[in-house]
């Protein structure tokens, strides 16, 4: 499948029912899973895409490099009607899964965790 053909597909899927109501951000960390946006993937390995190639909905006008989202489903269905809110029509787009990203935040909380146990220990004085 082209990147054209997956566009085309995407763009014509319609999602029925009522669309709930969701939480866009600009850029989020991965620490952050529930906000929607552009994830800084930083030094983390390359995440768990939804699909292989990246979809473009809109000629870029100048070369763009891939941004890499993390977006609700239904969203990812029918990216055409969603990419301006995410800033994103016009530049490659890969969707990052869920499961990735949830896990990258549960890596992030078990740091968090052991850096506050260590905090302070030693160091009180009465």
């Known amino acids: 499948m082209n990147k054209r053909h997956i566009a085309t597909v995407l763009a014509a899927c319609a999602v029925t029912g009522a669309a709930a109501e969701t939480n866009v951000g600009?850029?989020?960390?991965?620490?952050?899973?529930?906000?929607?946006?552009q994830i800084n993937i930083g030094n983390y390995p390359a995440p768990a895409l939804v699909y292989p190639q990246p979809v473009i909905i809109a000629p870029p006008r100048v070369a763009m490099a891939p941004a890499y989202l993390y977006v609700p489903p239904g969203h990812q269905k029918n990216w055409a009607k969603h990419?301006?809110?995410?800033?994103?029509?016009?530049?490659?787009?890969?969707?990052?899964?869920?499961?990735?990203v949830r896990e990258r935040y549960e890596e992030e909380q078990a740091k968090g965790r052991g850096n506050k146990n260590?905090?302070?220990q030693g160091g009180k004085k009465n």
């Open 26 to 37: 600009v850029s989020i960390g991965i620490s952050q899973p529930g906000v929607y946006g």
């Open 83 to 100: 990419c301006a809110r995410y800033d994103a029509c016009g530049r490659p787009v890969y969707f990052v899964q869920e499961t990735w």
């Open 118 to 120: 260590n905090k302070g």
